[in-house]
């Protein structure tokens, strides 16, 4: 069974730091991207980062760049978003998902969410001003 567990959501004050993690079962985690999406209430649902478990390739939306880094623990299957300097309009509910192969994580498919295969099931992140 395919599972995306994701975890480290939580409630802190803007120029805060939250680590998310992505645990992955069920499938070759090598062949696979992962990405992370956020969703903020009333708004679609946006690509964040993604990053190839094979060759560690990654991609960045322009909001994030600079301020988080998606890093992956191949022996662990699991990968990670390391969010800083947060600011309130990075509030959403914040999902793993995963698409093979693991060459998909571009900038191109990722603004295409729901060309991932697999998902997770959200965990909340709150940005207090």
């Known amino acids: 069974e395919v599972q995306l567990v994701e975890s480290g959501g939580g409630l802190v004050q803007a120029g805060g730091s939250l680590r998310l993690s992505c645990a992955a079962s069920?499938?070759?985690?090598?062949?696979?991207?992962i990405g992370w999406f956020r969703q903020a209430p009333g708004k679609e649902r946006e690509g964040v980062s993604c990053i190839s478990a094979s060759d560690g390739r990654t991609y960045y939306a322009d909001s994030v760049k600079g301020r988080f880094t998606i890093s992956s623990d191949n022996a662990k299957n699991t990968v990670y978003l390391q969010m800083n300097s947060l600011k309130p309009e990075d509030t959403a509910v914040y999902y793993c998902a995963a698409i093979k192969p693991h060459y998909y994580c571009s900038g191109y498919i990722t603004d295409r969410w729901y060309q991932y295969h697999y998902w997770g099931q959200g965990t909340q992140v709150t940005v207090s001003s």
């Open positions: 069920g499938f070759t985690f090598g062949d696979y991207a």
